[in-house]
């Protein structure tokens, strides 16, 4: 931050931008709580009206029992008979909408009462309402209409406790009972409402908490009577059309209101939407808590709501920020306008533009002098700065004369040098060609005569050393090929090898043959791992003659015992399939400054022994069959030549 504008308006301007953000974090952290409770509150205030409505349901239902039981037309058909006292109950259980209605003398109440409360407190002179849980027997045995409409198969629910259930067939009834004394009879009379798919019950409550919402408007509120945790009366959709009868509640709701008898009031995810959601355990008259009453509206108009009223607070101080920003930045404009010209005409002097002035800045003011001070200084500098322009021009034509005279003499005695290191080299190998043929195919013929002689001489006999006549014969075809390969090294024009497809393994295989006296004369541990590679294209005899040779290389560096390493291992190379076959000893390896030089013709690292050509003829022979050789030193001590062949279907692609 080198620029002091921008220190004062970052002086000036960071409070602002630090302050309001935070202020902002700070209320709408304080106005998302708060509105989060508003939202609770009101889920607890409808969980409330449908408490007191299934209340009214409740005492409602209890208390027209009782007026029946108290009736004088109850008294009638209790004396008129059967036929009639049935039909009173048809048309009392019609006008009352109770789904079933009976009296039980109380001569045969007792097995009743002591299955139910309600009953027992009725046959003791007490009306009683409650709500129980009626299993399918007790529901088949009042109406076999009831026990099938209360059946609800259940519906597999996300994150709800598991089940091996299919259906909840148990119903959850309005029970009410009230004492009979009339006509000299003693009794109970008893009647209830089954809740089980009662549309109307739950609709009616949802219509009073949510003034029927449920069918528009932004406050979509929705009811549930749950039977444990089975909603068996509800207004949550499925589908638009379909009622999630069956689904039921997650098992972290069950949990803390059936099983901690706590009222649940949260956001929660019902059937396939998030709501801000009311649970009342429901008690029955055994004092178990076998259900739960749910009320609750959709989250997500509340959600939005919130979000555009954090979006607009943002936008406003965004707002804030955009239009105090423009106004620091005109009223500092005008104290620094005079410095950044003033910086700009030192930026181009710097860049090389040496005539650069500011001229008159208009102030005379401090920075106006400094401004009329500062052009009289650049005069100065661009005077000096000619001068030595002109001291440079003239220097460097005297260099560049000079330097084109020493480049000249240069490219002459290197042209001349390289020329005089061709000629030696070409001069040497020509000497130590024609010394080769003339030394060794001498002996060579002569060896060649005697095994023939050998032959002739044991005539049938010659079998039994048949092997050992017909190696002979191949080390002598094998040493005038080496003769031939030198002269081809030397005069490569004139040579042309036969290539055709072969396996590399064979090859290294036939090497190892060739070097056993070698490796027999010393404690050398070979270890082989030629596995199956692509065939390659190229001459064998030349490979062979590569092999031997690195093979030779690497039992001669190493002292009376070591290690000897062959791999073949397919290896592509630059998108090329290939082969690579790897030569490795335990010696002590090629020093770093003459690794760069291994393949250098006459470079040898056994000074009095050898001619240096090995590995040269080695890496032509290689590099004629379009491949690589290379060498390093292994981490682990030793050397480790590669050589890496491509495969012959990669060649004939490329062909």
């Excluded at 003659?545 to 093979?551: H, R, T």
Aim: aromatic share 6%; hydrophobic share 45%; proline share 3%.
């Amino acid at each position: 931050m080198r620029s002091v504008r921008l220190r004062l308006l970052v002086l000036a301007i960071a409070p602002l931008v630090l302050l309001l953000p935070a202020l902002l974090f700070l209320g709408m952290t304080r106005w998302t709580a708060d509105y989060d409770a508003l939202l609770i509150a009101k889920v607890e205030s409808d969980l409330r009206i449908a408490e007191q409505y299934l209340a009214r349901i409740i005492a409602g239902t209890g208390d027209e029992l009782n007026g029946v039981a108290e009736s004088l037309a109850f008294s009638e058909a209790l004396s008129s008979g059967a036929a009639a006292r049935e039909a009173f109950f048809d048309e009392r259980r019609a006008a009352l909408n109770l789904d079933f209605i009976y009296y039980l003398p109380a001569s045969s109440a007792a097995s009743a009462a002591a299955e139910w409360p309600v009953i027992r407190r009725g046959l003791a002179g007490e009306p009683a309402t409650e709500l129980d849980i009626f299993s399918t027997a007790d529901l088949t045995a009042l109406d076999e209409a009831l026990a099938a409409r209360a059946a609800i198969p259940l519906l597999e629910t996300e994150a709800a406790v598991p089940t091996d259930r299919t259906v909840e067939d148990r119903g959850m009834v309005v029970h009410a009972a009230s004492p009979v004394r009339v006509s000299g009879q003693e009794g109970v009379l008893v009647g209830g409402i089954l809740l089980n798919r009662n549309l109307d019950f739950i609709d009616t409550i949802n219509a009073l908490v949510y003034l029927n919402a449920v069918t528009g408007g932004e406050l979509q509120g929705t009811a549930t009577l749950f039977l444990e945790d089975v909603r068996v009366s509800t207004n949550v959709r499925l589908f638009e059309d379909v009622r999630a009868l069956g689904t039921r509640v997650s098992a972290v709701v069950r949990q803390a209101v059936l099983g901690e008898g706590t009222t649940w009031l949260n956001r929660a995810f019902v059937v396939n939407d998030w709501y801000i959601s009311g649970y009342l355990p429901i008690v029955d008259s055994f004092g178990d808590r076998v259900g739960m009453l749910y009320v609750g509206f959709l989250e997500a108009p509340f959600a939005n709501a919130k979000q555009e009223a954090i979006l607009w607070m943002i936008a406003a101080v965004a707002g804030v920020l955009a239009l105090s920003v423009p106004v620091f930045f005109l009223m500092a404009r005008g104290v620094f306008a005079p410095l950044e010209r003033m910086t700009q005409t030192m930026q181009r002097v710097g860049a090389g533009e040496f005539s650069a002035r500011h001229g008159e800045v208009g102030r005379e003011d401090e920075i106006g002098q400094v401004a009329t001070h500062l052009d009289d200084l650049l005069d100065q500098l661009e005077d000096r700065d000619q001068k030595l322009r002109d001291y440079a021009d003239e220097l460097n034509v005297r260099v560049e004369q000079r330097t084109a005279e020493l480049r000249d003499a240069n490219a002459k005695l290197e042209d001349t040098y390289k020329q005089l290191v061709m000629r030696e080299k070409l001069a040497s190998i020509g000497e130590i060609t024609a010394g080769v043929a003339h030394e060794i195919n001498n002996p060579v013929a002569v060896i060649q005569g005697n095994v023939d002689v050998v032959r002739e001489t044991l005539g049938d006999a010659a079998g039994e050393v048949e092997t050992e006549l017909d190696l002979v014969d191949g080390q002598v075809s094998r040493i005038r090929a080496i003769v031939g390969k030198l002269l081809q090294f030397a005069r490569p024009s004139e040579f042309a090898g036969y290539e055709k497809t072969i396996s590399l393994a064979p090859v290294v295989e036939d090497g190892l043959v060739l070097v056993d006296h070698l490796l027999s004369k010393k404690q050398i541990e070979v270890l082989c791992d030629l596995s199956s590679t692509p065939f390659v294209k190229a001459d064998a005899g030349e490979l062979q003659q590569v092999v031997v040779n690195l093979i030779t290389n690497a039992v001669h560096s190493m002292e009376n015992e070591g290690r000897l390493e062959l791999r073949l291992t397919p290896e592509p190379r630059d998108g090329v399939a290939g082969v690579a076959l790897v030569v490795a000893d335990t010696g002590p390896g090629i020093e770093d400054e003459k690794l760069a030089h291994v393949f250098d013709p006459f470079f040898t690292t056994k000074q009095a022994e050898g001619t240096g050509l090995g590995l040269s003829i080695s890496q032509a022979l290689v590099q004629r069959a379009e491949g690589q050789i290379t060498a390093r030193n292994r981490d682990v001590g030793g050397a480790e030549f590669t050589v890496w062949l491509p495969s012959a279907l990669a060649e004939a692609a490329a062909e």
